[in-house]
C-alpha cells in the first residue's frame, strides 16, 4: 500500500465523500450531512485544503448537454523519447481545450493516452489534423472511440484512507 502522510479521522472521510459528491455544498449542509457543527466543519475543510488533499471545487458539467457527443481516446506515439520532446509535447497538449485529461504511459505501444470531447466526428477529424499530428514529434496516432461511459466518475476511492 502506498505512503499516506496524512492521517484522516471519520469526519474527514466524511467531508471528502460529501464534497466528491456535491461540492456545492454550503458549509452548513455539509456540517450536517457530516454530523458536525459548522466551524468544526469549516475548520476541517480548511485544513484539508492547507494539506492540499482538496485542489479545488469545481462544477461538473454534461458533456451531452453542451453538444459534445464524441468522445475519443488516443493513443499517441513519439520519434524520439527525449526530455524537451516529451516536455513540447505536454505543453502544446495543454493548450487545446479538447484534451480533458492527458497520460505519459508506459506498457504500450504508445507514450501517451489523451481523453477528448468534440461535438462529432467532423470536429475530431480537424482536432486531430489541425493540432494534434502537427505537434512536432508525433510520429503515430491511433484512436477509440467511446460508444457508451460505463463508470465515469471524478471521485477517488477513499477506502484505502489511512484512519487515525
Known amino acids: 500500500m502506498a505512503n499516506q502522510p496524512h492521517k484522516l479521522d471519520r469526519y474527514d472521510r466524511q467531508l471528502l465523500r460529501a464534497l466528491q459528491e456535491d461540492g456545492g455544498l454550503t458549509n452548513l449542509q455539509l456540517a450536517e450531512r457530516v454530523g458536525l457543527s459548522p466551524s468544526p466543519c469549516s475548520r476541517r475543510v480548511q ?5 492540499g488533499i482538496i485542489l479545488r471545487r469545481a462544477a461538473l458539467l454534461d458533456q451531452k448537454a453542451l453538444g459534445l457527443d464524441l468522445t475519443a481516446i488516443i493513443q499517441i506515439s513519439m520519434d524520439r523519447h527525449t ?3 516529451f516536455e513540447h509535447f505536454e505543453n502544446t497538449v495543454r493548450g487545446f481545450e479538447e484534451v480533458q485529461q492527458c497520460y505519459l504511459v508506459t506498457g504500450q505501444d504508445a507514450d501517451y493516452l ?14 486531430l489534423l489541425n493540432k494534434v499530428t502537427r505537434i512536432e514529434g508525433v510520429s503515430g496516432v491511433h ?19 489511512a484512519q487515525s
Do not use: C, N, W
Open 47 to 51: 485544513k484539508l485544503e492547507d494539506a
Open 83 to 85: 526530455p524537451e520532446r
Open 114 to 127: 489523451l481523453k477528448v470531447a468534440v461535438p462529432d466526428m467532423d470536429a475530431y477529424q480537424q482536432f
Open 143 to 161: 484512436s477509440s472511440f467511446v460508444m457508451r461511459k460505463v463508470v465515469d466518475t471524478t471521485a477517488l476511492p477513499l477506502g484505502y484512507l
